[in-house]
């Protein structure tokens, strides 16, 4: 099947699926005469796959552990399981900061009734406060914090 093909089958975009190939995520394809890609029922497996793995928020490299267990598997699943351990406490870690930050700007957005000119914005005041001097000061202390879904260290 061509990329187009490929492409609709995975609900993935022709983009994702060159920069999964240049990632080495998903192998190269077999190139036509016509400089086409060609792309066999292996590659739609494995795309999806990595589509399943991307729906639970793995990061490439977890997915590339994934990916090489699934290639050369061990005699037991021991290292998907610790894996899979690691992902759900990064899970976890993530769902404590989002409560935390939720609790933040809900703080936030009490200390503005939306009557008041944007100069004089409680919310706007609070946002120019040093850190000490806020309720945001634990999320200012916490610089180079991510607060993109998907981005967790590992």
């Known amino acids: 099947m061509k990329i187009g093909e490929l492409a609709s089958r995975t609900g993935?975009?022709?983009e994702t699926i060159r920069y999964y190939e240049r990632e080495g995520l998903l192998p190269a394809a077999v190139r036509t005469?016509?400089?086409y890609r060609h792309y066999s029922d292996a590659h739609l497996e494995r795309l999806t796959f990595i589509r399943h793995c991307r729906s639970l928020d793995m990061t490439q490299g977890e997915i590339r552990s994934l990916l090489q267990l699934r290639d050369q598997p061990e005699p037991?699943?021991?290292r998907v399981n610790?894996?899979?351990?690691d992902h759900i406490h990064h899970v976890e870690?993530?769902?404590r900061e989002l409560t935390d930050l939720r609790r933040q700007l809900t703080e936030l957005r009490q200390h503005c009734s939306g009557r008041m000119p944007s100069d004089a914005c409680g919310i706007i005041r609070e946002l120019e406060q040093?850190?000490?001097q806020s309720i945001l000061g634990e999320a200012c202390s916490q610089a180079g914090h991510d607060?993109?879904?998907g981005v967790h260290r590992r």
């Open 93 to 95: 870690v993530r769902i």
């Open 130 to 132: 040093p850190a000490g």
């Open 33 to 35: 005469a016509g400089n």
């Open 82 to 85: 610790e894996l899979i351990d």
């Open 76 to 78: 037991d699943c021991c």
């Open 147 to 149: 607060h993109v879904p």
């Open 12 to 14: 993935c975009s022709v």
